[in-house]
């Protein structure tokens, strides 16, 4: 081969590589994390009471989960305190959930959380009436932020990290629940058990907020982290959610239910459907249900109740206009 | 932090507190001046500037003439929040507008690659000036620090005090943090005690840390409203926030971790002994 023809070859094989690399999915290297099938139960709670301990516990008992002598990191969302807004995972459910988790035989219940905007974390405990569930019930909080750090390849290659560094206790939990509040967000649509999941990508080496991952698109980050650390099990808090400018500045809307799930991509498509939106046009559910899990109804066991045929819509912000049911 | 992993900040302010030798913080620094978050490991690719910036502070507060000063210093003055750049100046300008800041206006970021944030900023421009008052200065040290002040004041909130970044987005003005306030208040000293946004971002952190919860956040509050305590009412509410935080730091679960330990305590000391390592005219 000629000089000229060995360029003309080196361009094509590079014109060729990129076209590849553009075509093929970022998960195209990860594995396949879908169960065959994932199961979901949509449960009535009116209202954030002591009545919460029974409902959570016959829910979780659907799930016939192995839980004796494991070790449960229960991670809610945890923002920051707005008095008079549900914003945060409301601490009955959280507390809730750890007394169902030893119940049915866990040898620990851990809470953890690393608030994106707040350092003084000890502060929203507090203020958010967590910091009374964790006494009266005698539980251990860890301020993710500030943990012990292991690093991890990412599971996936959506944005450049290709590694994690992560909290210690989450990563050495048996079992790691995600525990979202229901809410639209203002700029990845909602947020729900996987965009939950920025809480434990620790501030003390990223910052507060995680910036890095906001650079490497919020929406890439939550599925780079989820492929890294997939939640075992998910909580979702939508007794009181959150519509319009959500994760802080929406409005509170009651959805008086809970979505309990062993896939937190079944939970999150549940949850938008739920909230009357179209889970399919969410760029990071759609994304996650290629490898990490199932949204499509059929491979979803409902154990609890149906999905209503009609929920109105909830409020979402004019460029997320196209996610609603209508 | 709360572990028993080696991380800068706990450890800058901990040296602080006990006044105690630096000789770790010259251990760990980078070869290029900054400081890694947590050692070992994640400082290689991700050196924080806020580390750095507490890093600087603890050394001239406790070793002044530390060879790693100089480098350091350098380091602080090379980074800065990626707006800075014409190109996403421009973007914010012009496409990116949900989130109300003026690009022109930058300071320090958290992270390498990303934008200015009010903490990094604040705890880089009272390194900057401790630096000076230490004789410590770098050709592009000045600018950095008046571009890094005008950021601060342009980030604040409408009714005074700062977020963690910004005072408005998506049409929203957000509420201040009583942290961000004050170390935006400490970096902010040498402005005039009767303009506005100061007058105005006092009176929020004393409102706001009335009964405050967090020791952090009111300790913080503390080594603000002590940098200030010749403004008007200031005194007066400077010890019963130190009877409170006095009181919180009686429940243990509120002193969760070492960095809110020895904030804690150069709170204290501050107030008892008239001594703020982050006070700059000290």
Known sequence: MNRRGFAGAAVRLAGGAVLLKTQASPSWLASDQRPARSRVAILTAAAYTDKLDGIVYEGLRLFDLQLRGKTVLLKPNLVEYIPGVEVNTNPWLVGAAAAAFLGLGAAKVIVGEGPGHQRDTQLVVAESKLEQQLRDRRLTFVDLNRDDLVQMKTGSSYTRLGALWLPQSVVGADIVVSMPKVKTHHWAGVTLSMKNMFGVVPGAVYGWPKNVLHWEGIEKSILDICSTLRPHFVIADGIVAMEGNGPLHGTSRALNKIVLSDDPVAADFTCARLMGLLPDKIYHLERAARFLGNGAVEAIQLLGEEIPEWNEPFTVLPQFEHLRRI | ?282
């Not at chain 2, 709360?2 to 006044?19: D, N, Y």
């Not at chain 2, 100089?70 to 973007?91: D, F, M, P």
């Not at chain 2, 200065?137 to 950095?144: G, L």
């Not at chain 2, 005008?150 to 005074?160: F, Y």
């Open chain 2, 1 to 282: 932090m709360g572990g028993r992993q080696f991380a800068t900040e706990p450890t800058a302010l901990a040296i602080l507190a006990c006044s105690g030798r630096p000789d770790v913080l010259a251990r760990t620094q980078n070869a290029d001046g900054g400081w890694p978050p947590v050692y070992p490991g994640a400082g290689a690719e991700l050196p924080g500037g806020w580390a750095t910036s507490l890093a600087m502070i603890t050394l001239i507060r406790t070793h002044p003439t530390n060879h790693g000063l100089q480098r350091a210093l350098r380091w602080l003055c090379a980074s800065r929040g990626i707006e800075s750049h014409w190109l996403w100046r421009w973007k914010f300008k012009l496409a990116d507008t949900q989130v109300a800041f003026n690009p022109d206006k930058f300071g320090w970021s958290w992270a390498p690659g990303t934008a200015s944030w009010v903490v990094p900023t604040a705890f880089a421009v009272i390194a900057l000036r401790l630096g000076r008052h230490q004789g410590l200065t770098a050709p592009e040290a000045e600018n950095r620090i008046r571009i890094g002040s005008e950021m601060l004041v342009d980030r604040a909130c409408p009714g005074g005090g700062w977020n963690a970044g910004n005072s408005r987005v998506f049409g929203v003005a957000l509420d201040a943090h009583i942290d961000a306030t004050a170390i935006a208040l400490l970096a902010l000293q040498e402005r005039e005690r009767n303009e506005l946004l100061i007058t105005q971002s006092l009176d929020q952190l004393v409102a706001r840390t009335h009964d405050c919860l967090g020791a952090s956040s009111l300790a913080w509050a503390l080594l603000a409203l002590h940098a200030w305590r010749r403004y008007r009412h200031i005194p007066r509410e400077l010890a019963r926030r130190g009877e409170e935080l006095e009181r919180l730091m009686r429940t243990p679960e509120r002193i969760a971790d070492n960095a809110t330990l020895a904030v804690c305590a150069l709170a204290l000391d501050a107030l008892a002994n008239d001594r703020n390592s982050f006070e700059v005219t000290q």
